[in-house]
């Protein structure tokens, strides 16, 4: 992976991991057409922006990083906790739906979910409007939620936000309670990895990995502050379309 590969990856990685539009669906899409093929390096450059856009979430909200705050992780465990179980057991069948036409079909499917959410949601009515206040049964059913962004092209912030309107928080605090949940779920998905690719380093271009980190980092930072102003003014309505024009480009092109 040359340089040039690693920043287009980089902003990729930094702009799509919290929108809901699949960050893996990106992925998968940009390699294709780039002609990157899934090396255990190339693997092991992913973890290290992965690590990035962590690291742009920890400082954005390094308020809630304390003690102060465990009622809030707790229920952010909680919320981690089915992923973790479902993604553990069935690693390998995941591994095996990992396609452009899975990509292409789950960017609709979401697309559409999206559309229909927003024709019946009512923010007046929303009972949750501060991140903090979330229950342990909202948390968990964004938990159980959160387990469709295993099919590649669904999104784990889109999966998360969903389940977060459908139990009763505002746009804001799904989009805040995503953010913060892309902590535990990227720490343990990049850990793993990088257990099993650490190795892989010793090849790497490290200029490549470092402008690449610094590019993702940067790139992840604006995304989210400028998402939640969006969500300010605006609904999900244009994500939804998106998703769907996506799929259907994906779908004629591949």
Known sequence: MDIVQAIIIGIIEGFTEFLPISSTGHMIVASHFLGIEETALVKAYEVIIQFAAILAVMLIYHDKLSFAKIELWKKLILAFLPLAIVGYIFKDQIKALFSIEVVAIMFIVGGVIFLIIEH????????????????????????????????????????????????????????????????????????????????????????????????AFVVAYLTIKLF?????????????????????ILLLVI
Not at 127 to 145: F, M, P, R
Not at 228 to 248: D, E, H, K, M, P
């Open 120 to 215: 019946y949601y009512k923010e007046e009515k929303s009972h949750t409007v501060d991140v903090e206040k979330v229950s342990y049964k909202q948390a968990l059913w964004v938990g159980i939620a959160q387990i469709f962004s295993l099919i590649p092209g669904t999104s784990r912030a889109g999966a998360t936000i969903v389940g977060g309107l459908l139990t009763g928080m505002d746009r804001k605090s799904s989009a805040e309670f995503s953010f913060l949940l892309a902590i535990p779920v990227m720490a343990a998905v990049s850990g793993y990895d990088l257990l099993k690719h650490y190795k892989d380093f010793a090849d790497a271009n490290w200029i490549a990995f470092a402008i690449g980190f610094v590019v």
């Open 228 to 248: 939640l102003a969006f969500l300010q003014r605006f609904t999900f309505v244009s994500f939804g379309i998106y998703r769907i024009l996506f799929g259907l």
